[in-house]
């Protein structure tokens, strides 16, 4: 026995030791193939998953590394069965694999024939087959190479790709790296996308994916696709490009509801790609308009079913996801695996923060008690009201402006769920609201006034939750959200974190109903801190203006 930090189960789960010395190392040791479930003040819990195990694998992780990790920052011997559990599920990765073969064209090849035997028997799987050409290999439809991967995900024999790309239409981008450069890890991370040939990059807002995916487009030299959540962030990227690259304005196409632009370099909304007409997804043509050689997905976190399925038929092409968490309220974790590829980069939000990359943050929950008149509404609302009602409650309103009292310089961020709270918080705080109704052009004229300094509070829904690019804002006020999204938590820290010129602090504060639905969501939208190694406090909101409460 060791005075290591974790306590290993044999049901798979981690319990790391939060005020431990080591905690951090074995919680860094661990992040690769570990999913965190439970973060309360001491312990906390995390589980094994063969998806886990996979993307570990595929990130160039293996079992050994896995079970010295377990080994070294383990307080007490790891169960053996599930030391051979973990290999053995690390070495299902690969026992598949898709490759080009010379005659043949697109194949599954094995180096197990009695795992080819079981997947060929599978009435789903068959139909994707064609000819066996000998006892370890098989020819594959190769309109079915996505969906074929997402089968054998789903019945635990997940294949390795390595049939290749396609170049697609050449078209020449440069980076110009004159008055910056690629920081280390945004260039490890194009490497490793590119040695891979699809796959997801995982860094944290603020720390430039934007400028990872210009890296991937100069390595493709290829017409690109991009696509993004809604035209503001649509903007930024045609900003970015032209500043960082070669790209002119000419080259670079916006596609959305505004405009119907297909250029060498084409920036499509998912909202507008996943339109109906006549129930049809007319727009989703656009993936066959060009040949093109890469499909970028920024928020790939956030990424429709209807964009899975067409991405499904790209699989010929490089894909690359961006995003700052891989966790899907959706649970299709596995198909953004199967279809946009792996995990092939990942570092923890800390480890940029230490390098200064990004601003620290300070995170703090704000607990008001309702008043009796409020208690008793909640107590009598029917199930599907109650989180809107406790979030929305009267008594935040003045909290709020108390925080912002706290700060009376700081460019502040109010972030709310619903629209006539968000109009509540707009008049009691005389600021401007940003709303999914807000025309593009408003939007932009009030972020811009933002970024300037002429409007130092703005209130906004959660259409500023992604890819907006506020480098100013150091505090965020969040008074409602959707239920306990974890991804929401992480776009939402994400608009502070961009590093401030003078290297002050960022603030994130969660206004939270005490004793309600609203402590319980809180509670997990937590786990993403947890996860990334921020702690934060909770304190009482008639305390506000003084000591917090340590809470993790």
Not at 519 to 533: I, S, W
Request: hydrophobic share 40%.
């Amino acid at each position: 026995m060791t005075d290591g930090p974790l306590i290993v189960q044999s049901d798979k789960t981690l319990l790391l030791e939060v005020d431990h010395p080591q905690s951090e190392d074995a919680r860094i040791a661990i992040a690769p193939f570990a999913e965190l479930e439970r973060a309360p003040e001491h312990v906390h819990t995390y589980r094994i998953t063969p998806l886990a195990l996979w993307n570990a694998r595929a990130a160039g992780h293996d079992a050994e590394q896995v079970v010295d990790a377990l080994s070294r920052f383990s307080r007490y011997p790891v169960p053996q069965p599930l030391l051979i559990d973990v290999v053995d599920t690390m070495g299902r990765f690969g026992r598949l694999t898709l490759v080009n073969h010379p005659a043949h064209g697109l194949v599954m090849a094995s180096v197990d024939r009695a795992v080819l035997e079981e997947v060929l028997r599978h009435k789903k799987i068959s139909p994707m087959l064609g000819a066996r050409i000998d006892d370890d290999t098989v020819i594959v439809h190769p309109s079915e190479r996505g969906r074929l991967k997402q089968l054998l995900l789903k019945v635990g024999w997940p294949a390795e790709d390595l049939a290749g790309y396609v170049d697609g239409e050449h078209h020449p981008i440069e980076l110009r790296e004159i008055d910056w450069t690629l920081r280390d890890y945004q260039r490890r991370a194009a490497t490793a996308f590119w040695a891979g040939g699809s796959g997801v990059v995982v860094l944290p807002c603020g720390a430039g994916k934007t400028l990872v995916g210009a890296a991937a487009m100069a390595q493709a030299q290829a017409t690109t696709l991009i696509l993004v959540t809604n035209t503001v962030a649509g903007r930024q990227w045609k900003r970015e490009l032209i500043a960082r690259t070669s790209l002119t304005d000419e080259e670079i196409g916006e596609y959305s509801g505004e405009r119907k632009e297909i250029r060498p370099v084409t920036i499509a909304t998912y909202q507008v790609m996943t339109r109906r007409t006549k129930g049809e997804y007319r727009h989703l043509e656009l993936f066959d308009s060009r040949d093109w050689g890469l499909v970028v997905y920024d928020e790939v976190h956030l990424l429709p079913a209807p964009v899975f399925r067409m991405t499904a038929d790209l699989q010929s092409r490089r894909r690359l996801g961006l995003t700052a968490t891989l966790v899907r309220e959706d649970g299709r974790e596995g198909d953004v695996f199967s279809l946009i590829g792996p995990k092939r980069y990942d570092v923890p939000w800390r480890d940029i923060e230490a390098q200064g990359w990004i601003a620290p943050a300070s995170c703090t929950e704000v607990r008001v008690t309702l008043t009796d008149s409020e208690r008793l509404t909640y107590a009598t609302a029917e199930a599907d009201e109650k989180y809107r009602l406790c979030s929305t409650v009267a008594t935040k309103l003045p909290v709020v402006q108390r925080i912002l009292d706290r700060h009376p310089e700081e460019p502040t961020l109010v972030i709310g769920a619903y629209l006539d709270q968000l109009e509540e918080l707009g008049a009691a705080l005389d600021a401007p609201i940003v709303q999914g109704s807000t025309k593009v052009a408003d939007r932009e004229a009030l972020f811009d006034a933002f970024r300037r300094g002429e409007q130092r509070v703005l209130v906004v829904s959660k259409v500023a939750n992604f890819s907006v690019d506020l480098p100013e804002a150091t505090v965020a006020v969040q008074v409602s959200g959707t239920f306990g999204s974890r991804q929401e938590e992480a776009q939402r820290l994400g608009r502070l974190l961009r590093p401030k010129g003078d290297g002050r602090q960022a603030h994130f504060y969660s206004v939270v109903s005490r004793d309600t639905l609203d402590t319980e969501y809180a509670a997990h939208r937590q786990r993403f801190l947890a996860e990334q190694g921020y702690s934060y406090t909770i304190m009482d909101a008639d305390d506000l203006l003084g000591p917090a409460i340590p809470e993790v």
